[in-house]
T-cell receptor
Framework: NAGVMQNPRHLVRRRGQEARLRCSPMKGHSHVYWYRQLPEEGLKFMVYLQKENIIDESGMPKERFSAEFPKEGPSILRIQQVVRGDSAAYFC??????????????FGPGTRLTVL | KQEVTQIPAALSVPEGENLVLNCSFTDSAIYNLQWFRQDPGKGLTSLLLIQSSQREQTSGRLNASLDKSSGRSTLYIAASQPGDSATYLCAANSGGYQKVTFGTGTKLQVIP
């Protein structure tokens, strides 16, 4: 069973471009979580999605950021008109359920976004 | 709102020393607490997961304890090695679903 996969692992964008980060959850997992780690800071929750639904986006910046988890295919975190402050490591995690008392989240290797 | 704090922020010890990393959380209503290791520029490696009903978990030279009532967890590393040098993160899983709150980490350096 392959782990959580993220691609690309490294992404370089110029200011004003769009960044698309992909996350394929573990097989059988229908819950996906995105986290952002700014330089020298801890990981911060961004958004929690189930298939075709956004459950909690309280950690997402109000503008330029969006996330989706379609019925088929990976979850996508999209950042429009990137700015230098978006440079960070973006981690995706998945779980088989939302039951924290029995299940845990499994993390992907992350995508490191650099905005020039 | 859950807040997770890790002390110290950085720690440097000679090889072979036993050490303790501390993690505190403000909301004791957690489902589990997890310790991760992160190497520079790398992803997260899960070390130990303690469910809310458990008091401790052990894996090799690592032992993690959990005291929900006091809002604390510790990660004990025995006989430290240079390969243990990394940033250690604790994460509290709380809320109606799996909303994980991370601490800011302890950066450990083990000197040969």
């Amino acid at each position: 069973n392959a782990g959580v996969m993220q691609n690309p692992r490294h992404l370089v964008r110029r200011r004003g471009q769009e960044a698309r980060l992909r996350c394929s959850p573990m097989k059988g997992h229908s819950h996906v979580y995105w986290y952002r780690q700014l330089p020298e800071e801890g990981l911060k929750f961004m958004v929690y999605l189930q298939k075709e639904n956004i459950i909690d986006e309280s950690g997402m910046p109000k503008e330029r950021f969006s996330a989706e988890f379609p019925k088929e295919g990976p979850s996508i975190l999209r950042i429009q008109q990137v700015v230098r402050g978006d440079s960070a490591a973006y981690f995706c995690a998945s779980s088989p359920s939302s039951r924290g008392e029995t299940d845990t989240q499994y993390f992907g290797p992350g995508t490191r976004l650099t905005v020039l | 709102k859950q807040e997770v704090t890790q002390i110290p922020a950085a720690l440097s010890v000679p090889e072979g020393e036993n050490l303790v990393l501390n993690c505190s959380f403000t909301d004791s209503a957690i489902y589990n607490l997890q310790w991760f290791r992160q190497d520079p520029g790398k992803g997260l490696t899960s070390l130990l997961l303690i469910q809310s009903s458990q008091r401790e978990q052990t894996s090799g030279r690592l032992n993690a304890s959990l005291d929900k009532s006091s809002g604390r967890s510790t990660l004990y590393i025995a006989a430290s090695q240079p390969g243990d040098s990394a940033t250690y993160l604790c994460a509290a899983n709380s809320g109606g679903y799996q909303k994980v709150t991370f601490g800011t980490g302890t950066k450990l350096q083990v000197i040969p």
